[in-house]
């Protein structure tokens, strides 16, 4: 089974606990895409300088955030690792030329176990994280996925989670009703248009062409893992958007596959 390589936007961490649109999304795309061998995650909350893979046999679940619901510090995601594919992940990457390292302590961030704990719940199914470089561009994430699209031969999923658009002072800004502003709803229509044409070269190019880049993501690191997924799918073939919406006014949650 060849399954797809996936991107989610995985919001705040109250997504597990609170009914939304994009957690009704997540809690039905898990059956979609059946039962995967094992999933490899790359999460915007695990930045490193170079790229690492996560060996733990039994990764800890780890609650990454503060001011939160105290509910949330209890929950577990108990997946096993699988130190067997992450010693073929590191030597996938390292075939590709980006130095991977291996960490058999890493756990499993809330970029990882929240949107798995609604695709997945039994949490029985191995997981091995991969770290983002908030350093490296479009393209070098693009190249992670590359690395990685054997694993899907495999029945390996790829997922990549992180954020459509991710801008916190316009969150924290808006206030509760304001409509979703043009220039979340310019970039996101940009990507989804790029996606469906299959245009990579624009994508590898969103700080340049995509309207309103800066303003959805200040900062990188959320969409980042988007790349290393639109890598890791068929070369030519067009992706295709799973999901759209818009939370909290500025906090677009779309996900996307490719084949």
């Not at 699988?82 to 499993?108: I, K, N, Y």
């Amino acid at each position: 089974m060849t399954l797809p390589a996936v991107f989610v936007s995985h919001g705040a961490p109250t997504l597990v606990i609170e009914d939304s649109p994009t957690r009704r999304f997540l809690a039905g795309l898990g059956p979609t895409l059946g039962r995967p061998a094992a999933v490899v995650v790359l999460s915007a909350h695990w930045l490193t300088r170079g790229v690492t893979v996560g060996g733990a046999v039994r990764p800890e679940t780890i609650h990454d955030f503060s001011g939160f619901p105290a509910g949330l510090y209890g929950i577990g995601y108990p997946a096993p690792g699988d130190p067997a594919l992450a010693g073929q992940v590191v030597a996938a990457l390292a075939a590709a030329g980006l130095e991977p390292t291996l960490e058999s302590g890493r756990g499993l961030d809330h970029g990882v176990w929240v949107p798995l704990a609604l695709m997945f719940p039994a949490a029985d199914i191995p997981v091995v994280p991969v770290s983002v470089q908030p350093g490296g561009d479009a393209r070098h994430h693009w190249r992670i996925g590359q690395a990685l699209r054997p694993l899907r031969d495999q029945g390996v999923l790829i997922l990549a989670s992180g954020g459509i658009s991710h801008n916190l002072r316009a969150y924290s800004d808006h206030r509760p009703g304001d409509p979703a502003p043009s220039w979340v709803r310019e970039f996101t229509d940009w990507v989804a248009t790029a996606v469906a044409g299959g245009d990579t070269a624009a994508l590898l190019d969103f700080a340049r062409q995509a309207p309103h880049a800066a303003a959805n993501h200040p900062t990188t690191e959320h969409l980042l893992p988007f790349f290393a997924a639109l890598g890791a799918g068929t070369p030519g073939a067009a992706g295709r958007r799973l999901f759209a919406a818009i939370e909290h006014g500025v906090l677009a949650l779309d996900a996307y596959g490719f084949d």
